[in-house]
Structure formats: C-alpha cells, structure tokens
T-cell receptor, first 111, second 110 residues
Framework: TQLLEQSPQFLSIQEGENLTVYCNSS?????LQWYRQEPGEGPVLLVT?????EVKKLKRLTFQFGDARKDSSLHITAAQPGDTGLYLC???????????FGTGTSLTVIP | NAGVTQTPKFQVLKTGQSMTLQCAQD?????MSWYRQDPGMGLRLIHY???????DQGEVPNGYNVSRSTTEDFPLRLLSAAPSQTSVYFC?????????FGPGTRLLVL
C-alpha cells in the first residue's frame, strides 16, 4: 500500500493548457517535496513545502501544501513541451529522515 | 563536483547470482539512501544511512545488504538475485534540505 497516492497517473495535454497534479495521503507529513524526473535520469528536486497551507511558486509552477499537511498539489500554467516528465511527490514524517514517494504522474505536453 | 555517481549503468544477472551496485558522492553528505523504482509505484526506500558506520532498513530491505565504511561510498549488495529484483535502482545523498539522486542502475534478473 502506497503512503502517498498521486492523480492522475498519466496526463497528456496540448501546449498552453493548464493542469493540476494531486498528491494525497491519510498521514501527516512534516515536509513535502516535488520532483521532476526525465527518462534515463534520477529525480531532480523542484520545491520543498513545510508549513500547512504554504504556497510556493516556481515560474509557471505553483505548489501548495494542504492545511492539515496530508496532501499537496502542483499546478502548471500554460504548459510547455519542456514540462514533459514524471512528477513525483515525496513526504517526510517527523519520526525520521525517510522520504516516502508517491506513485508518480507522467505528463506529456504536445506541441 | 561530480555529485552522486552510480555504477554500473546496466546489468543483467541470472537468478541466484550476487552483485554489488556502487554509489559514491563528493558533497560530504552524511545521509545516503537507496531506492528502487518500479512502474506505477514511484520510488521505494531499500536502505539508508545517516553517517559512516550507521545503516538502517527502509520499506523494502529484504534481499539487499548495505554498508557505510566511509562518508563517500554506500554500496548495495544483492546476495542472491531474484527476478522480483528487476528494477531501476537509485542512490541519493542529501543535506538538510535537498536529496540529490544519481543517474540510476538498470538491473534485469533472468
């Protein structure tokens, strides 16, 4: 059983469209991270959120941590082909250094 | 800085063979970890280390051993490979804020 569930699992959209990816859990996390992974490479950290309700922006990407610190969302505005990749969320619990990864969302942006 | 390096990039094993996946980092990070990535399951933690001489189990440790004799190196050993261990393996090292991942080792067990 995955601690963090992501939806949707696959997403294919046209360039210029907006999209939102969700990361949900029944557990509380002390922090939550979002990564992007390109084929044949390791994940690369995009952002870390630590406070319930926190919103962070990275150019066209907006990340939000849920008020109860159980869920998070990633919103991309005006998607570009360069946004194509696998998006992973990962949560850390208060009890240790372990990060639990979500199931991943594979995004394809069609030119 | 090379960051996190992993060798080999690809490996094919027969059931029952043993091998070691190498991981090294040059960022002087205390925390290192090994994950496996399977379709539809994200990354799952195998083992991790909070410093030289200290290791602990993650979510899926069975069939794998690790050691941490130096800060730089964190090898992962498969004692007797099984087809269920076919996967992509990632090593990561981290400071307090960021995990840095290696490029991965693709392992096929026949």
């Amino acid at each position: 059983t995955q601690l963090l569930e992501q939806s949707p699992q696959f997403l294919s959209i046209q360039e210029g469209e907006n999209l939102t990816v969700y990361c949900n859990s029944s557990s509380v996390f002390s922090s939550l991270q979002w990564y992007r992974q390109e084929p044949g490479e390791g994940p690369v950290l995009l952002v870390t959120v630590v406070t319930g309700g926190e919103v962070k922006k990275l150019k066209r990407l907006t990340f939000q941590f849920g008020d109860a610190r159980k869920d998070s969302s990633l919103h991309i505005t005006a998607a570009q082909p360069g946004d194509t990749g696998l998006y992973l969320c990962a949560g850390a619990m208060d009890t240790g250094n372990q990060f639990y990864f979500g199931t991943g969302t594979s995004l394809t942006v069609i030119p | 800085n090379a960051g996190v390096t992993q060798t080999p990039k690809f490996q094919v094993l027969k059931t029952g063979q043993s091998m070691t996946l190498q991981c090294a980092q040059d960022m002087n990070h205390e925390y290192m970890s090994w994950y496996r990535q399977d379709p539809g399951m994200g990354l799952r933690l195998i083992h991790y280390s909070v410093g030289a001489g200290i290791t602990d189990q993650g979510e899926v440790p069975n069939g794998y051993n690790v050691s941490r004799s130096t800060t730089e190196d964190f090898p992962l050993r498969l004692l007797s490979a099984a087809p269920s261990q076919t996967s992509v393996y990632f090593c990561a090292s981290s400071n307090e804020e960021t995990q840095y991942f290696g490029p991965g080792t693709r392992l096929l067990v026949l």
